[in-house]
Each structure stands twice: as structure tokens, then as C-alpha cells.
């Protein structure tokens, strides 16, 4: 049986924990609505570079760079993810997701492929191996992702304020894989949802989404007057096109930041109601174990006094 000593700092050390995931609940707390007015700030402008494509592709979707334009077949995928634990399986969730799609992907094409091909080549097994790049934003998807030959990672931002420059450099390498040929880039992350946290989504940037672009060209224009482009439309749509990936890339990463913070906050809950009930149960033994070393005291005085009487 533990003595009361051994009890008392158990309880101590249970009351530090409690305090900490308190503190942390409140922390994730706050970084929610951090992230979520990141996120909300961007409505304004992304009706603004909506209006711009509108007007940009008035004239029809032909000034679109074409789907298949480099022909490699090579693809990337871009993972958000987390630096930091405690957030349940916020990070294996979504890896397993874009793991899940570029199998099946992998399938679908390696069918296309062979049906393609003559039986010669199908005999021989000729099939050109598709390059697949990965970015992962977060040092937790690394372990997950390990198995990917093409891996490169980069930091989550700490606070909104990084968001920037985070997705400045997201881009900077779309752009590099776009010079090298690549013709699919996607976009998995967590995105918050309701009282289950999180859920996993999948965007695609490339190649265009040209039902997306269409539907931009078919709005109508809010007023009766119509705007006049005052540069080429080629270099009108590239800027447009740049800002609309920006403010995609932004959003999702911000939203990723929110969910896994949620992620987190209902973790904290979780470890805050076990560490009460343990607690509560400790507290219980301590008070039991102290009223029998109380008792058995006054025992030994009522044994001592009749001893001497």
C-alpha cells in the first residue's frame, strides 16, 4: 500500500499536468480563431482575382495554358501536415489519403498504359515509369512518407504572420516542377469540420480546372459596366492565374493550421477528463489510505492508555 507521502505527490504531479493541458487548451483555443481570420481575410480579394479571371477569360478559355502541354506524365503531390504532436492522427490521416490516391492513380494509369500498348511491349513489359515528386509541410509527415523517393519538406508556419512566406515557397517549387515537366500537381490537408475536428480534402492545381475557370466566365458581370483589360490578356491571366493559386494555397494552409489545432483541443479535452478521473481517484485513496493511518493511531493511544491504566 502507497504511504500518504507518496500519494500527496501524485496528486501534486497530476495538478502540474492538469495545469499544463489547461494551458494548452486555452493556447489552441486561441490559435483557432487565429487562423480562421487568416482565412477569412482573404474573401475580399479572392472576389477581386475572380472578377479579374471573369474578365480575363470573357472571350473564352483558349488564352488556358493546355492540359497536356509538357506530355511527361510526371506528377506532385503536395502534403500539409504538422511539426508538433498531440493532435491524434491529425498527420497519419491525411498521408494515408494522398497515399491511398496516387496508388490508385498509379493504377488507373499503368491500365490505361498497357491497353495502349502491343502485345509485344505488353510481353516485355515496356512501361515508361512515371516521376512522382512530394512535398511535405510539416516534420511529422517524414516518417510517413519516408518510402517516396522525390521527398522534400519544409516547416509549418508558427503563426499566421508565417503563412506568407510559407506558401511564397510552396509555389516556388510548383513552379520548378512545372519547368521540369510536370504536369499534375495536387493538394492534400485536414481542414476543420464540425465535432470531428478535421476532415482530409484533395485539390487539384494542375492541371487547370477548366469547369471551375468556365464557370468564372459565365457569371454575370455585377454592374452594367463592362471593365476594359489595359494589358495583353496572356500576361493579364498568368498574374491572375498566380494570385488565384496563392490565395488556394493560403486558405488551405490556414485552414490545415486551424484543423490541427482543433485536432489538438480535443485531445487536451480528452487527456483533461483522464487526468480528472485520475485525480478524483487518487484524491480518493489518498483520503482513505490518511483515515486509516489516523485511525490506527488513535488505536495505539487508546491501546497505550490501557495498558498504563
Not at 483533461?272 to 495505539?300: H, M, Y
Request: with cysteine; aromatic share 6%; proline share 5%.
Amino acid at each position: 500500500m502507497e504511504s500518504p507521502q507518496a500519494l500527496q505527490q501524485r496528486i501534486q504531479s497530476l495538478g502540474d499536468l492538469q495545469q499544463i493541458v489547461r494551458t494548452m487548451k486555452a493556447l489552441s483555443a486561441v490559435s483557432i480563431r487565429q487562423y480562421e481570420r487568416a482565412a477569412d481575410t482573404l474573401a475580399d480579394s479572392e472576389h477581386c482575382i475572380q472578377l479579374g479571371l471573369q474578365v480575363a477569360l470573357r472571350d473564352g478559355l483558349q488564352a488556358l495554358p493546355d492540359r497536356s502541354a509538357s506530355g511527361t506524365g510526371a506528377a506532385a503531390v503536395i502534403v500539409f501536415g504538422t511539426d508538433h504532436g498531440l493532435c491524434g492522427r491529425f498527420n497519419e490521416v491525411i498521408a494515408e489519403q494522398a497515399l491511398e490516391h496516387v496508388s490508385e492513380q498509379a493504377s488507373e494509369q499503368a491500365s490505361e498504359q498497357a491497353s495502349e500498348q502491343s502485345p509485344g511491349e505488353q510481353a516485355r513489359g515496356e512501361q515508361a515509369p512515371k516521376a512522382m515528386h512530394w512535398l511535405a509541410v510539416g516534420e511529422r509527415l517524414l516518417p510517413l512518407l519516408d518510402q517516396q523517393s522525390q521527398l522534400e519538406w519544409m516547416q509549418v508556419p508558427s503563426s499566421a504572420a508565417g503563412i506568407t512566406a510559407v506558401v511564397q515557397r510552396v509555389l516556388l517549387r510548383v513552379d520548378d516542377w512545372r519547368a521540369q515537366g510536370v504536369d499534375r500537381v495536387e493538394l492534400f490537408h485536414n481542414r476543420p469540420s464540425g465535432r470531428s475536428g478535421y476532415e482530409p480534402t484533395r485539390q487539384q492545381l494542375f492541371p487547370f480546372d477548366r469547369e471551375r475557370f468556365q464557370r468564372f466566365a459565365q457569371r454575370p458581370w455585377p454592374s452594367r459596366q463592362l471593365p476594359q483589360a489595359l494589358m495583353p490578356q496572356p500576361a493579364l491571366l498568368r498574374h491572375l492565374l498566380r494570385q488565384h493559386y496563392f490565395f488556394m494555397l493560403f486558405r488551405a494552409l490556414a485552414e490545415s493550421l486551424a484543423a490541427e489545432h482543433g485536432g489538438r483541443l480535443a485531445a487536451m479535452q480528452a487527456a483533461e477528463k483522464n487526468i480528472d478521473e485520475r485525480l478524483e481517484e487518487v484524491t480518493g485513496r489518498f483520503r482513505r489510505v490518511r483515515q486509516e493511518q489516523i485511525t490506527s493511531e488513535l488505536l495505539d493511544v487508546v491501546s497505550g492508555f490501557e495498558a498504563v491504566s
